[in-house]
Structure formats: C-alpha cells, structure tokens
C-alpha cells in the first residue's frame, strides 16, 4: 500500500518501511545500537531526501532506544550515573556537531565528508571489534586462559574520580564527557544516534562490562537524539511524522524481540555479529565513493 | 502574454490560413494529495471552433498538450574523480526547472511542429530546462542532467500520440501524473498545430495541494516547528513504552 510522506514529499510503500524500521528496531535491541548507521543510508537509498532521512531516522531512534532501554532497566544493566554524565557530552557535542554541519553545508561538501567519515569510523570501529572478538573466542578455547586483568592507564590518573556502582568502575568524570562530546559531534555530523562508536568507546576505552554497556548506550542515545529531533525540527522543518510513525511501529516491535535475542547470544558472538554488520555497510560505503558512479549529476534543492 | 502576441502576429500575417480556436476544459482544476495518495489522472479534452470552412490543401491538424508544475531554481553537482574517489566538483544553478513537465501529442513531435515555435514556446521535453545566462557548452550538459535525472524519476515525460483527434475537430487525452508529485500550481497549455505552425492555443490551471492530515501535519510543522518536534518526540516516547508494556504482558 502506498503512502505519501507530507515533509519527504515522496510516496512509498507502507509495508517497506514498516519492514525496514523492524529490521533495524531488531538489530538496536540485540546490540544497543540505534540503528542510524544502516537505516540513514537505506532511507537515502529508496529515495527519501537526505535531509529528511537523517532528521527522521533521529525521531525514530528515540522510540526504538526508549523501547530498549525498558526492558534494560527490569534487568537493571543501565549504569543510570555513567549515562547522565555521556548524555551531558552529548549534549554539547550534538550542538558543536550541528555548526559543524552548517560549515560544510556553506563549503559545499557536507555529502563527500559525510560519507568519508562513515567510512573511516565504520572502518576503524568495526575492524578493531571484529580481530578482538576473533582473539577473544580463541583464547577462550584454550584450558587456562586467564581473564584480561584491568590495566591502570594515565585514565586512572585523572581528577574528579567517581564510582560507578553498576558498572564497578572507579574512574574520573573527564573521559566519559570527551567520549560523549565526540560521539555527539560525529551522531550530529552523520545523522546517526552514536552507539556504535559509543559502544567500543565504553568497552575498551572506560573498561565497563558489555552486559552494562548495552542499556547504558541506549539510555544516553534517547537525549541525544530526542535534542537532535528537535534541532532538524525547529531548524530545518525535516522531520516527516508519518515516515517516523511507520519506522517506529516497525522499530519498536523489531527492539522488543531484538533484547530477548540478545540475552540469550554470548558477549564474544553479539561482538562479532555487529562487527561484521559494520564493516559491511562501510564496504559499501566505500565502494560509493571508489566505484564511477552511473549518473554523474545531482540536483540540489534551491539556489543560494 | 509574449505567447498571445506572437499567436496574433502569426494569425495576422498569414490571412489566408482559416480561423481555428481551441476550446479546452480538464476533468478537474485541482489534485489533493492526501495519504493515500498513488498518482492522479487528468483528462484533458476540448473541441476546434470554426467561423470558415477550411481551404482546399491545408495540411494535418495536431494537437499538443503540455502539463508543467512551478519553475524552481535548482543547483546541478557534477562529479568527478579526484586523488581516487568520486567527489562534487562543479555546480551550476539552473533556472526555471519545473518541477514536473510532461507533454503529449497526436503525433511524433518532430514531424508536426517547427524547431522555432518548440523552442518559443517550450514545446518538448528536450525545452523543458531553459537555461539562463552565458549558453556555454558546459552549463547546457548540466541543464541536460536535470531533464535525465526527472526522466528517470518519472517527473518529466513526453508521450507522443496519446491525444487522440477526431475528425479534425474534438480531441481528448489522458495524463497520468506520478505519485512523488509536488504542491504547486500547474499549467495545462493546448496548442493546435496546422502545418506545423501553431495556429491557436490555450492555458488552464491545476492546484495541486496537500489535503487533510498531509495538510495538517505539514503546516503544523512550518508555523508551530517546536510543537510539532515535541509532539514527534513525544510519539516516539510514547510507542516506545508501548510496545514494551504490551511484550512484558505477552511474556507472562
């Protein structure tokens, strides 16, 4: 059946979209991504305006990390503390990240550099994941294998130390801020909620335990993205309700079954599965930018 | 006005070419887009009105029938491969793109209009991107892209013979318009074409407009932007705790 989006200005296919938000709600609930680094091109890919996609994909992400975060807190695997303290970040780094844009929007690059840095983070976080899940299965193959004793980095020398009780940590508040700054400029940037950058940042850089890291990333993703929405609402008039409605029916029931999945697959499986997942949509990317594309044109909405 | 003035200087430096007119009206003036909407269809028919009975020898009577929506300014990107990946380079704005344009005709437009009166009066998918300024070589292959790419996007088209003609004297065609169409307000031209001269023609009007929650929903998010982002936020919350309530209950 279709369906005309009032902001995309586009018709599509209801069942499509529905699909695609519960594909991608599925994978957010498995992973405590929020799924804007596959759907954000997807959109892009069946025609949605850019734009819209990415200011959409942001008001979708709320619903599918609200619905997630939920069954998170009955399970009490959300460091609440730790998710305040990176949404505090994200904050500032969402509203650095939007001025950001608005510079490379001027220069004319913003495409070139969006897909650049999809690429190079995508790249870089799905490859480190993937040979360290590989190390970690292998080692736990072995009889004897001991488990990584915490190494006390220049991190432990840092002021302003706080514990974290969920996430058994006793470190300084200055990291998770410049984690969050950073994935809040890039969430900004690339239109994405962050947890996939996010994620790896809390494991290997704060040492949290992947169990906690989930919900917590999920937690701190709904401000983030909830500030976006308002920002491409208020800013850009891009948020499509009707294109959000359809992803969120689709995505919320995708989280539901997407966090019982992901209780019952090992730390080192669910690692691997989003590493995969996450170099195959950086190929593609990448393949965008190497391979001549079929039409060398494209039009831009309006003049300057 | 410039179109009128030509048709009248044309009808009176050729007396000898008898009195034609065209008589036209639309199976509708104005398209809702509503939700549901998949694409509309326009029914376009009218009749030829003769105060002379024609001459012994005058040639074929054609019709020709242009829809275009509202001229837009757009800006062209080109790609091209620099230090190994594919980037935009140049960019060139181009006026007046409509933003739809679909012409329809008795016959191959080649065979029954001169490449004057195409140009003049943008009569033909190959005029619909009138490029303005320097008419470099350049700026053409951008104005070119445009057509290609709406072509491919179902935008723009050109379908000759679909206007069927009878006995010289009443004419109907049926248009289809796509589902990604825009709002705006389109013009409907009819041109009568006598020995591939353009003897008489006429404009009609189409609004196409958001109707009903598409309507809504759309101003809603122009005049009160911040309402509308909390709303949105609001839904997503509010699906958000729905769904997990109702899985918790179908779990137990």
Request: aromatic letters at 8%.
């Amino acid at each position: 059946m279709q369906i005309y989006l009032p902001i995309a200005e586009v018709s599509v296919n209801m069942f499509v979209i529905l699909g695609l938000g519960g594909m991608v709600g599925m994978l957010s609930g498995i992973f405590g991504v929020g799924g804007g680094f596959l759907m954000t091109p997807i959109l892009i890919m069946i025609g949605i305006p850019p734009a819209v996609a990415v200011a959409t994909e942001a008001n979708q992400i709320v619903a599918s990390s609200f619905s997630g975060v939920l069954a998170h807190f009955k399970r009490k695997t959300v460091d609440i503390k730790m998710g305040l303290i990176l949404m505090v970040g994200g904050l500032v780094g969402a509203t650095l990240g939007v001025q950001i844009f608005k510079y490379l929007k001027s220069i004319g690059q913003v495409e070139l550099l969006v897909t650049l840095s999809y690429v190079i983070f995508l790249g870089l976080v799905g490859g480190m994941m993937f040979i360290e899940s590989l190390n970690a299965i292998r080692r736990a193959g072995k009889p004897g294998a001991l488990p990584k004793k915490k190494k006390h980095s220049w991190m432990h020398g840092l002021p302003f130390k706080t514990r974290f009780r969920t996430s058994g940590l006793y470190i300084s508040v200055i990291p998770p801020i410049v984690i969050g700054i950073a994935v809040g400029i890039l969430a900004a940037i690339m239109g994405v909620g962050g947890g996939f950058i996010m994620v790896p940042a809390m494991i290997y850089m704060l040492g949290m335990p992947t169990k906690v890291v989930v919900g917590t990333s999920l937690f701190q993703i709904i401000f983030v993205t909830a500030y976006t929405t308002l920002s491409h609402a208020t800013q850009n008039f891009t948020v499509d309700a009707i294109l959000a409605l359809l992803l969120i029916l689709g995505g919320v029931i995708g989280a539901q079954i997407g966090t019982r999945v992901g209780v019952k697959l090992k730390a080192e499986q669910l690692r691997i599965l989003l590493a995969g997942m996450v170099l195959i949509m950086c190929a593609k990317l990448a393949l965008d930018l190497l391979l001549m594309p079929s039409e060398l044109f494209s039009i831009g909405a309006g003049g300057h | 006005m410039l179109r009128i003035l030509i048709t009248a200087i044309m009808l009176i430096a050729s007396p000898l070419m008898a009195q034609e007119d065209v008589v036209v009206d639309l199976s509708q003036n104005r398209v809702d887009i509503t939700a549901t909407f998949a694409g509309s269809n326009i029914f376009v028919f009218g009749a030829v009105k003769r105060e002379a009975p024609l001459p012994e020898g005058t040639g074929p009577l054609d019709v020709a029938i242009v829809i275009e929506g509202p001229l837009e300014t757009v800006t062209v990107r080109r790609k091209e491969k620099k230090l190994g990946i594919w980037v935009n380079t140049d960019s060139v704005e181009v006026h007046e793109a409509p933003s739809f344009f679909t012409i329809a005709t008795t016959r191959p437009l080649v065979e029954m209009l001169n490449e004057g009166d195409r140009r003049d009066y943008a009569i033909g998918l190959d005029f619909a991107v009138r490029p303005q300024g320097p008419s470099e070589e350049d700026v053409e292959s951008f104005a070119e892209a445009v057509i290609r790419i709406r072509q491919d996007d179902g935008l723009y088209s050109q379908r000759e013979g679909i206007v069927n003609l009878t006995e010289e004297t009443l004419f109907e065609a049926d248009i289809s318009l796509p589902a990604n169409l825009v709002e705006g307000d389109y013009n409907v031209r009819i041109y009568l074409i006598r020995d591939k001269n353009i003897v008489s023609d006429a404009t009609v009007g189409i609004a196409v407009r958001k109707a009903g929650l598409e309507a809504w929903l759309y101003n809603l998010s122009r005049e009160y932007a911040l309402l509308y982002g909390l709303l949105s936020i609001f839904v997503a919350l509010a699906a958000g705790y729905g769904a997990s309530e109702i899985f918790r209950r179908l779990k137990r």
